[in-house]
Nanobody, 122 residues
């Protein structure tokens, strides 16, 4: 499965962006992570295939929303009230084998996109 992210860009603080991640085939649990230079990849949000439960990092709760369109094999991350500390390279991740493992850790996924840059200016 290939994942292609889009929707990143430059936005001023308080603004919004919607990231998209299109999968080339059906996937199961999906998530978003982000990374800044010199730091480890950080969990942002995840969506369980079975039951549709969502998970969010504390830092983005109430501001970000993860959703998916199964017909399009696409997952979205709506990001509102963006802050400069949200600046990062955002990665989409997918579990293509229905492994049902921890979705808040990178180890829970076996497929990754190339990343899309989000920059929030103050």
């Amino acid at each position: 499965v290939q994942l292609v992210e889009s929707g990143g860009g430059l936005v001023t603080a308080g603004g919004s962006l919607r990231l998209s991640c299109a999968a080339s085939a059906r996937t199961f649990d999906m998530g978003w992570f982000r990374q800044t230079p010199g730091k480890e990849r950080e969990f942002v949000a995840a969506l369980r295939w079975s039951g549709g439960r969502t998970y969010y990092a504390e830092s983005v709760k109430g501001r970000f929303t993860i959703s998916r369109d199964n017909a399009k094999n696409t997952v979205y991350l709506q990001m509102n009230n963006l802050k400069p500390e949200d600046t990062a390279l955002y990665y989409c991740a997918a579990d293509q084998w229905d492994s049902r493992v921890v979705v808040t850790e990178p180890s829970g996924y076996d497929c990754w996109g190339q990343g899309t840059q989000v920059t929030v200016s103050s």
